[in-house]
């Protein structure tokens, strides 16, 4: 066993951080050291280090609003699911330990990973049992924003706030002077600030049902410092289960220096309230803030909120200045990315629209809205059990496919991808910047195709991630072979 250093309600990152320590040092748990210290023993180099994280889910109760909300679940009993730190190459694992009277599962969205590792129920996984612990072990190959969410129980889960960032780190540091986390996550609060039932079957079959208090970090417009003059990285998430985010910030002297946790390759253009950054449930953008060189300036992120234009964080400018300049920004280095080969692709078609028959889902230990509206390619998700679909589409491994992704429906869909990558090189109404991606927001009537290498083996969960839609069809998964 390595060592583990357990570091909580740090507020580097803006909110609660857990960070363990790696393999390779000596011993340094906290338990008292009698006087006088005796000579530290020679520290024998780990073979095979691993970060290990103990992730208990469990009931936690937090004061969102003005009450106390009972009834929510976190990895601790009073504090929102903390940020995650590991590095790009390093063997980390994951304890997942089943808390809570509900089953459940962790996913670990975009991170590309071993398929057993995938936190899908009965696709990758069985379902984590009260009080039962799965192991997660994966080395990311990728630095970025990437988070965690169940994917069982999804959409009372996610509700009751379990969605977290995890970061993976740079084998360099790219020397940013700040940087914080801002996931945001919407509430659906009753007027004695608990949880009220968070999706009706009416908006299930629509746009999906909004929440009612919208917090970034469990806060409602949390403010956090910055170094003035200094470059701040931003990592904003949409964690939420419905919202599709359009957001912008009061200070436009930025970068988006990533994406959906990958450096940017096609410059995002700097967002503004008439034309905002659009973040649809699941994706992340990374920004690069040059700060005012004046103290307690402030900027803001501000997001169309429900009724109007909404502050969820701001950052005020701290200590002397810093006097950097945006031009340091440097592209980040690039993420070991197969590159696709468009000459030899084959091209595969996804229909997302309307269940075609009343099909009513299964009730497994995972959980269902009860009806079905949504299909891929005319197949309706029978609900996440044993008694799954066939793979939409079979995959040869490290093949080049492009993806012809349809909406046919007047709604919006987020369309995530597990365990790969994927970049849009079209559509059919607007220039959508060729980044590489997981999740990609489908408008009305839109029709994006999107190419990538099928480089991982597995079967990958493919579905939109407004969970009301997920949770009522709009799933399926391909097979990787
Ligand atoms: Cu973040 Cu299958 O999802
Ligand atoms: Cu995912
Ligand atoms: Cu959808």
Same mark, same amino acid.
């Given at each position: 066993?390595?060592?583990?250093?357990?570091?909580?309600?740090?507020?580097?990152?803006g909110t609660s951080v857990l960070i363990t320590g790696c393999g390779g040092g000596g011993s340094?748990?906290?338990?008292?050291?009698?006087t006088p210290v005796p000579p530290a023993p020679v520290p024998v180099p780990d073979p095979d280090p691993v970060r290990v994280f103990d992730l208990a889910i469990q009931k936690a109760n937090y004061r969102l609003?003005?009450?106390m909300t009972t009834g929510l679940v976190s990895l601790s009993a009073d504090a929102p699911p903390p940020v995650l730190i590991t590095n790009q190459g390093e063997k980390t694992q994951f304890n997942v330990q089943n808390g809570s009277e509900d089953h459940t599962a962790m996913h670990w969205h975009g991170i590309r990973l071993p398929n057993q590792m995938d936190g899908v129920p009965y696709l990758t996984q069985l379902p984590i049992a009260q009080n039962e612990t799965f192991k997660y072990e994966f080395t990311p190959p990728d630095a970025g924003t990437y988070w965690y969410h169940p994917h069982c129980l999804t959409m009372s889960q996610m509700a009751q706030g379990l969605t977290g960032a995890l970061i993976i780190k740079e084998k360099v540091d790219p020397g940013f002077d700040d940087d914080h986390v801002v996931n945001l996550k919407d509430f659906m609060l009753d007027e004695n600030d608990q949880l009220d039932t968070p999706y009706t079957l009416r908006n299930a079959s629509r746009g999906g049902t909004l929440g009612n208090y919208m917090t970034a970090n469990w806060e409602q417009a949390p403010r956090y410092e910055c170094s003035a003059g200094g470059l701040a990285r931003i990592r904003i998430l949409n964690t939420d289960t419905t919202r599709i985010h359009e957001i912008h910030l009061t200070n436009t002297n930025l970068k988006i220096i990533a994406w959906d946790g990958h450096p940017?390759?096609?410059e995002i253009p700097v967002p503004s309230a008439e034309n905002p950054l659009v973040l649809g449930p699941g994706q992340r953008a990374d920004i690069v803030v040059l700060v005012s060189v004046v103290e307690e300036d402030i900027f803001d992120i501000i997001a169309k909120g429900n009724q109007g234009p909404q502050v969820m964080a701001s950052f005020v400018a701290a200590g002397v200045s810093l006097n950097r300049q945006l031009d340091e920004v440097t592209p980040l280095p690039p993420n070991p990315? =197969?590159?696709?080969?468009?000459d030899n692709a084959e091209f595969l078609d996804f229909l997302f629209g309307?269940?075609?028959?009343g099909l009513e889902p299964d009730n497994g230990f995972c959980g269902t809205l009860g009806s079905n509206f949504w299909s891929i390619n005319r197949v309706a998700w029978p609900g996440d059990n044993a008694s799954a679909n066939e793979?939409?589409?079979t995959l040869e491994q490290n093949k080049t496919y492009i993806m012809r992704l349809q909406n046919g429906s007047p709604n919006t869909h987020p369309i995530h991808l597990h365990g790969l990558i994927f970049k849009p090189?079209? =559509?059919n109404m607007r220039h959508i910047p060729a980044n590489w991606t997981d999740t990609i927001v489908l408008q009305r009537d839109e029709i994006v195709e999107v190419i990538l290498v099928a480089d991982n083996v597995g079967d990958w969960a493919f579905h939109c991630h407004v969970i009301e839609h997920q949770k009522t069809g709009l799933a399926g998964f391909i097979t990787i072979a």
């Open positions: 066993m390595n060592r583990r250093e357990f570091v909580h309600g740090m507020s580097l990152f340094s748990d906290p338990v008292s050291t009698p609003r003005n009450q940017v390759e096609e990315i =197969s590159q696709p080969d468009p309307w269940s075609p028959v793979a939409l589409a090189i079209y =559509s």
